[in-house]
């Protein structure tokens, strides 16, 4: 849907965003992670046809942004950062604005505004002025703002930024609503929302593209060893030996006591082994009792800061 | 021309939903009309000669950069200028919406001021061809004044930058026939051609000639092509 290949754009000696290459695919959500000043919101404008490149090409579909500019305007809905409104209109002034600008027939106005104004939540805050409304809804607006026209791809550059978790959430969920059948790029630097949304992150750090797959791909491509945490309750002294036992195993921690018999135990194995299965059948035939047990996660956090350093 | 019109709403209605236009018009008319009225009382001369002459387009240098200070600099300032640029419409239909809205504005300020030629024509002899010279004049006049004040306020983000700005270069023009007496004498036809006030005087007094309609469309030209260039600036890699 859209490909970014060798993207550049410097201010003066500044490498904004430098040699980067990424491919969106229709229908995904596209997470765009970095550090603050990492270059994602350059790229988002270079993507949404507010400014050219110093090189390089941004095509969607098959078209190059900077020929095409104003077909690939009509197919993007686009939330800048900081979500700008007017906010001296009502919410259903500057929506109907927005539609006359997008260019939607008068006769079918009023049934997209319908609609829009029911997906993104806005119904209560119509006749407010913008100004007067809460960050919560003007985000919703922003959203609407940039759906009115049905949009085939949507750039949202931070949409959950200044939002409280209850908000977060609900922008979330409508964002992954969208994203069933829309292409979302969504630029972040929380990462549970990569998580909680995203098919596929790009991470940026200091113009350069650092990481590109899954979050699951990115993960275990960090992960270095398995670690398995245990809570057993077992004579303590045989334990630590028969776990070390096991195939694969290559270092058992004994964490110490939990609560009166109980002891945890910290196991790790070689990586891209899972030892769950064995451990449950030592601890039957040992007749041991688990209490706990559960596989340790790298989070996408530590690929984050691992990827993005600063030297 | 659908993308024009709809900025051009937009930006009206937000000059007459909030106090803007209303304090605009009411001091407006209030100065222009204590002018109009001084002349008429004091000097018992039914003459719009010194108000037309003089007072308004002395306030206009005044009350035009305050029309369009806001229309680009307050757009770039809160970001809402990338929405709108991001959206399928050309640079030059955001200029022109926006331009057009001021127009009007100042259209209905200058038009309100029909009382004063109509006092004139029941009090004595008014002479119809230099009242609609003078209107033509001033509207023509108003209207580069604003293409101006748009330029300079696409040029940054800061109202009271695009304000000050405006107001040097306006008044400027409008000056320039003032200091004549002050300038080499080879100077003396450029700045009067340049002068914004001689070519006024011609109009006002009945007499359309092209040369000044050409001097006042190729500013306004001239303002909204840089306008329209400044805001494509961005563009540039």
Not at chain 2, 139 to 149: E, F, H, N, P
Request: with cysteine; hydrophobic share 45%; glycine share 6%.
């Amino acid at each position: 849907m859209i490909t970014i290949t060798n993207l550049s754009k410097h201010y003066g000696s500044l490498r904004a965003v430098d040699d980067i290459t990424f491919e969106v695919k229709a229908g995904e959500i596209l997470g765009f992670l970095g550090p603050n000043a990492a270059g994602k919101t350059t790229t988002m404008k270079i993507i949404t046809c507010y400014m050219p490149p110093t090189s390089g090409t941004v095509e969607v579909g098959d078209m190059n942004v900077f020929d095409h500019s104003l077909e690939i305007r009509r197919m993007l809905g686009y939330m800048p950062e900081d979500n700008p409104l007017y906010h001296d209109m009502n919410t259903v002034d500057y929506l109907y604005f927005i539609a006359e600008l997008r260019g939607i027939p008068p006769a079918e106005r009023t049934q997209r505004l319908k609609n829009i104004i029911e997906l993104c939540g806005v119904g209560t805050v119509l006749h407010q002025d913008i100004g007067e409304l809460s960050k919560g809804f003007r985000q919703r607006v922003g959203l609407a703002r940039a759906m009115v026209h049905d949009p085939e791809i949507l750039v949202l550059d931070e949409p959950t930024v200044g939002l409280d978790p209850n908000q977060i959430v609900e922008i979330r969920n409508l964002i992954k609503e969208l994203g069933k059948e829309k292409t979302v790029i969504l630029s972040t630097h929380i990462l549970p929302e990569v998580q909680a949304t995203c098919d596929r992150v790009v991470i940026i750090h200091q113009g350069k593209l650092v990481a590109d797959g899954t979050p699951e791909e990115l993960q275990s491509s960090f992960q270095g060893q398995e670690l398995v945490h245990l809570v057993l309750k077992a004579p303590e002294d045989d334990v630590p030996a028969a776990l070390a036992n096991l195939e694969n195993v290559s270092k058992v921690e004994d964490k110490g006591v939990e609560t009166g018999n109980l002891r945890r135990y910290a196991v790790e194995s070689q990586r891209g082994t899972d030892i769950r299965e064995s451990l449950f059948h030592l601890a039957v035939e040992k007749r041991w009792t688990i209490f706990e047990m559960h596989r340790e996660q790298v989070s996408l956090e530590n690929v984050f800061r691992e990827l993005t350093k600063s030297e | 021309m659908n993308n024009i019109y709809s900025i051009f709403k937009k930006e009206v209605r937000s000059y007459f939903n909030s106090p803007i236009a209303y304090i605009f018009i009411t001091l407006f008319l209030l100065l222009s009309g204590y002018f109009f009225g001084s002349t008429l009382f004091l000097q018992n001369q039914a003459d719009l000669r010194s108000v037309f002459g003089f007072w308004v387009p002395f306030f206009l240098t005044l009350f035009v950069p305050a029309m369009t200070m806001r229309l680009i600099a307050e757009e770039k300032r809160s970001g809402t200028l990338e929405v709108l640029v991001t959206m399928p419409i050309r640079d030059s239909e955001v200029i022109l919406g926006k331009y057009l809205a001021a127009f009007v504005l100042l259209l209905t300020a200058i038009l309100l001021t029909f009382t004063y030629p109509l006092t004139i024509s029941i009090l004595g002899n008014a002479d119809g061809g230099s009242i609609v010279g003078g209107y033509l004049g001033l509207i023509l006049m108003g209207a580069s004044y604003l293409a101006i004040g748009v330029y300079i306020s696409s040029m940054t983000e800061n109202q009271i930058v695009a304000f000050i700005i405006s107001l040097a270069i306006i008044f400027a023009l409008f000056m320039l026939d003032k200091i004549l007496m002050l300038v080499p004498s080879g100077l003396v036809s450029i700045l009067e051609y340049v002068s914004i006030n001689n070519h006024f005087a011609n109009i006002a007094r009945g007499v359309i000639d092209s040369r000044d309609l050409i001097y006042y469309l190729s500013l306004i030209f001239l303002g909204l092509f840089l306008a329209t260039r400044t805001l494509a600036s961005r563009k540039s890699a």
